[in-house]
């Protein structure tokens, strides 16, 4: 690796100076720990995986450049009083939304610094929500949480990105371990993360939204909706006040969606959620929406902006009987970790104790029915809650029911996916170009109404035969395909949604267009040709 002397402006808020700066040896991580070196240009690209069709677009949308020189700055300002140079920058295995670097310092000390790509969420939220829900977690629920040291949700700052700088989290993540560990250790596991949960669950919010601090929030120019959380002792006048949502699926559109007046949180229950998020698609289509065709549905007529509108007007129909509660009561929300995989506990190697849970970007206090049913590793591989299919799985439920009642209803509820599905699917549908599985979740709703429904009352929509024949159609199109799919994934030979470990892509790219040939030659003529070639998802 060669070092490269240079000299550059380093802006802070009160003045400019230049400071002459050795580039480090810049490493990247890979997934069998191993590491390899790497170029400065490499830091800022997204390395990890490629995709089988819109690859410039999703590496673009993972894209993340910075002033590394500014950047190592700031570590070496919060690594301690006798730390004067970085010694080493090694860039860590890469998530979908955030860069996150280890700086490793020349006083012993590491700095992680993570920087959110461009499809994580809104700027300034994202960074802003994330920082103070951490705060919360540690200050309030002594959740164990890696320390923040400096960070800025103002991307015209000295780095030229948003940043957080933290400590390094102690312990190794799971997902190096959990393969080997034998059931007592796993067990163990699973208790301590049904304990993270119920500290979690024991602070309920009148709102759901994101937490923030009250003082980023009230100087917004554009003059955000937040609602304060009162103290352990009562005050209303907290640090802390709940907010917009951040998750990029309320905030990202290719149009540029974050100018139009829509409704992301808090929200004040659960009814005015659901509605929110069906009205926030109604107005983005009618804006921006244009026909698109759908081969599945029709070789001749696209989909209409108006087919989604009528979609989601039914969807608004259906609301007060998914969300079975009153409108005009305030819900109690819960913040639970938003993505518990793996690698995001990291635990004691020889106590197996939790020693950390980082990556709490979009967590939210939100209604029990919106959170992840189960961490990753004791999610069902079938239909339904799985209850008593996986041995940790019962140990999670039977000592989650005496710990947070409302949650292990909500998990061993038999209607539950049925009756939530529909809300889940609403933001950004139309952007996914999914109609179809969010009209496949309300069908299922309109199929099952007398089970689901124990009033008598009668189903407020329906769908014309002709409707139910077309989706039929559909859904046999699409079964026919992921058949396919999914029996070249089963034996390695495609990737599952299209995504590649970055030195497999060449390959990949052959195999896929080899299989896709194959697929198109199924067709009996050339009329059958072009449509399969059309439904095939990787081109």
């Known amino acids: 690796m060669l070092w490269k002397l240079f000299r550059t402006p380093v802006f802070t808020g009160k003045s400019q100076f230049t400071r002459t700066y050795t580039t480090p040896p810049l490493w990247r991580a890979l997934e069998h720990g191993e590491e390899v070196p790497i170029e400065e240009a490499e830091l800022y690209q997204y390395q990890r995986y490629r995709w089988l069709t819109k690859d410039a677009k999703q590496l673009a949308a993972r894209y ?52 959110p790509n461009p499809n994580a969420g809104p700027k300034f939220y994202t960074t802003a929500s994330e920082v103070a829900t951490r705060q919360f977690l540690r200050d309030r629920l002594a959740i164990p949480v890696p320390r923040i040291y400096a960070w800025s949700a103002d991307e015209a700052n000295a780095v030229g990105a948003e940043y957080i700088l933290e400590e ?157 509660e009153p409108e005009d009561r305030e819900f109690p929300s819960q913040l639970l970790h938003p993505d518990l995989h793996l690698d995001n506990i990291f635990v004691d190697p020889a106590t197996k104790d939790i020693t950390a849970v980082i990556d709490w970007q979009h967590a939210a206090a939100s209604p029990v029915d919106l959170q992840p049913l189960f961490p ?57 170009n999914d109609l179809f599985s969010l009209r496949h979740a309300m069908i299922a709703v309109v199929a099952q109404w007398d089970d689901v429904c124990m009033s008598g009352i009668k189903c407020p929509i329906n769908f014309s035969q002709r409707e139910l024949e077309q989706h039929e159609e559909e859904m046999e199109l699409m079964e026919g395909v992921s058949l396919v799919l999914r029996q070249l994934q089963e034996q390695g030979l495609l990737p599952v949604g299209g995504m590649v470990p970055r030195e497999q892509y060449d390959d990949a790219q052959r195999l896929n267009q080899h299989f896709r040939n194959e697929f198109i030659a199924l067709g009996e003529d050339a009329k059958q040709r072009a449509m399969l070639a059309r439904l095939w998802p990787y081109s």
Not at 67 to 80: K, N, Q
Not at 389 to 409: A, F, S, V
């Open 64 to 115: 993340r450049k910075y002033r590394l020189p500014a950047l190592i700055d700031a570590a070496i300002g919060v690594a301690g009083s006798d730390a004067s140079n970085c010694t080493k920058v090694l860039k860590c295995i890469e998530g979908q939304y955030n860069k996150s670097l280890i700086l490793s310092m020349d006083n012993g000390q590491e700095v992680v610094a993570r920087l």
């Open 376 to 432: 990753q590793m004791l999610e069902p591989t079938t239909a339904g809650t799985g209850e008593g299919d996986d041995p940790l799985r019962q140990i999670y439920l039977t000592k989650l029911k005496g710990l947070n009642l409302r949650r292990w209803e909500a998990l061993t509820e038999p209607y539950h996916k049925l009756l939530t599905d529909p809300t889940r699917l609403v933001p950004g549908c139309g952007e996914r």
């Open 168 to 324: 390094k989290a102690s312990g190794q993540p799971l997902g190096l371990l959990w393969s080997d560990l034998p059931f007592s250790a796993r067990s163990h596991i699973v208790d301590q993360v049904v304990d993270i949960e119920q500290r979690l669950s024991s602070v309920t919010f009148p709102r759901h939204g994101c937490i923030y601090f009250q003082s980023d929030l009230g100087s917004r120019p554009e003059h955000p909706s937040f609602h304060r959380i009162q103290s352990p002792d009562g005050d209303s006048q907290s640090a802390f006040v709940l907010g917009p949502l951040t998750h990029p699926r309320y905030w990202h559109r290719p149009t540029g969606q974050a100018r139009l007046n829509l409704q992301r949180g808090p929200f004040k229950n659960m009814t005015e959620y659901a509605r929110a998020i069906a009205k926030n698609e109604i107005q983005w289509t009618q804006t921006h929406a244009q026909p698109r065709m759908n081969d599945r549905r029709s070789e001749e007529q696209p989909e209409t902006a108006d087919e989604y509108i009528a979609l989601l007007k039914r969807y608004i129909e259906l609301v007060p009987y998914l969300v079975r």
